[in-house]
C-alpha cells in the first residue's frame, strides 16, 4: 500500500485504527493533542496522565470477548503485554454462579467468553508504546487540529488533510495531508461541525439517557482477596432509582460505579462527597464486602461524567458520501452508554472493519458505501439494543421516582413478556445453555437476542414459565436499600455533618 492514512485521536479507536491499518501495510499517522503516556508502571499513568481529549478516561471499562478475541487472534504479542502490566483473564467457568459452578463441563465455543480485567489507563499506555514501535506509524502529539483541508469536484467533497491550529504551525506546518483522514476523536469530535460549515450536514440521532456516572477507585489492601461477584448478592445491578457495579482493575485496583437519573438531585449532590459514597455503596448487600474498611481503601475521591447518549452518525446520506476519504470510527461515529462497556469493542471492531474496506477497494465511492453497509449491519443492532436499554432505564428510574411499578400488565402481551423476562432471567441463573447464549450476546459474538432462535433455549425458557412468574422473579431481585431508605441515609449524613 502507497496511501498515506492520517488518524486523529489516540484513544482505543484511534490506536487500534493504526494498528489494523499498518497490519494491511499502509503508512499511517497519528496526532493527537495530548501528552504521551508518563514513563513507568501502570498506576503512574492513571494517577499523572492528563488525558484531557478523553474525559471518560479514569471511569470504569469492560473489555469484552468481542475485543479479547480480536487481540487474541490478530495480535497475541500485544496481549502478552497487557498482562505484563497486571490485566487478568477471565474465563467463562469463572463467572459462574454458585447455582452453576458445580454442574459446569466445557464446551465448545466456551474459549471465546472471556474479558479481560484492567483499568483503561493501563491499555492506553501499553497500547500506545506498543504501536508505537511498529516502522510504518507515526506518532505526533501536542497537534491540535482546527479545520479540513478539501476541495469539490463534479461528485462533490473530497478531503485532503488537515488544518493545524495557529499555536502549532510553527512545530508541525499549517495543515497535514493524507490520503486519507480517520477520525477517532471520539465523543467530542468536531468533525461534523467542519462538516456542516462546508455545506455537508451529518445528520444524526441523538437520545439522552438522561443518567449521570459516578465512579470511585480502590485498591485491596494487601493480603484481601477479590470478593465473588456472583453469589446471591450480585456486584451490578438495578434498584430502578440506582444502578450499581463493580470493575475489577489491575494490580490490585478497582472502581465502583453509581448511577442516577438526572433528577436524582439529592443523590447526585451527596455521592460526590467520598465518605458518603462509600456508605451508599456500603448499603448495597452486593457492594459492602468490597468496601469494608477492613479491604481496600479509596485511591480517589468520586467524580461523576454527564452527556450520557446514544449517537449515531450519518456519514452517507441517499446513496452519498458526504466526503470522499473521510472515514469515522468509534465514538465519533456512534456512541452507547458505557454503563454497558461496549463502546472499546466496537470501536476496536469498526476500525478492524475499516482497515478491511481499506484493503479491498481504492475506489473512494465504494469505499465508504461500504464501510457504511459494513457499519449498519454489524453495529446498528448493538447501538439499538443499547438505545432500548437507556428508554427502559429511565421509564424505571422515573417510576421508582414516582412510587409506581414500572409494568402494568393489563393485556395478554403485558402479562406474557413480563413472565418470558423473569423466566429467561431465571434460566440464565440456573441453566448453562442458555447462560452460553447469553453470554455471547453479552460479549458481543452474535447480534443481540440471537440466542433466542435456537429452539432449545426457547424451549429451555418456556419449561421455567411453567414454574410461575413468582418462583422465577426471585431470579431477577436485587437486595439494596428502597429508594426512600436511600434518601434518608444520605440526608442523614448530611445532617450529621452539619
Known sequence: MTERVLVIGSGIAGMCSALALAHKGFDVTVVERDTPPPEGDADKAFFEWPRRGASQFRHPHAFLGLMCNLLQDNYPDLL?????AGARRLDFQEMLSPELTDKYRPAPGDDKLWVLLCRRATIETVLRRYVGRLNNITIRNGVTIDGLVTERDDQGLVVKGVKLRRDCVDEHGPEILADVIVDASGRTTKFPRWLAELGETVEEENDDAEIVYY??????????????????????????YIKFGVFPGDNGNFALIVCVHNDEHELRQAITDG???????????????????DAAEATTEPFGIGDIRAVWRYFVQDGRPLARNFFAVGDAAL??????????ST??????MLAEVLAGDADPVARALAFDRRTRDELRPIFE???TEDKNGIRRAKAAA????????DTFKKRFGLAFGDALAAAARYNLHVLRGMSRTMNLLEKPGAFLEDRKTRWIIFAYMLRGRARNAKARIVRGPSRSEMLELVNQRSADAA
Open 335 to 344: 456512541r452507547t452508554n458505557p454503563l454497558y462497556g461496549r463502546g472499546c
Open 215 to 240: 465512579t470511585r477507585h480502590y485498591k485491596l489492601k494487601p493480603g484481601v482477596e477479590e470478593p465473588p461477584r456472583t453469589g446471591k448478592d450480585r456486584a451490578a445491578g438495578d434498584l430502578g
Open 80 to 84: 502478552e503485554e497487557f498482562y505484563a
Open 385 to 387: 439494543t443499547s438505545r
Open 347 to 352: 470501536g476496536i471492531l469498526h476500525a478492524h
Open 275 to 293: 465518605a458518603t459514597f462509600d456508605a451508599v455503596c456500603r448499603s448495597i448487600p452486593g457492594l459492602e464486602p468490597w468496601v469494608r474498611e
Open 402 to 409: 414516582a412510587g409506581e411499578l414500572l409494568e402494568k400488565p
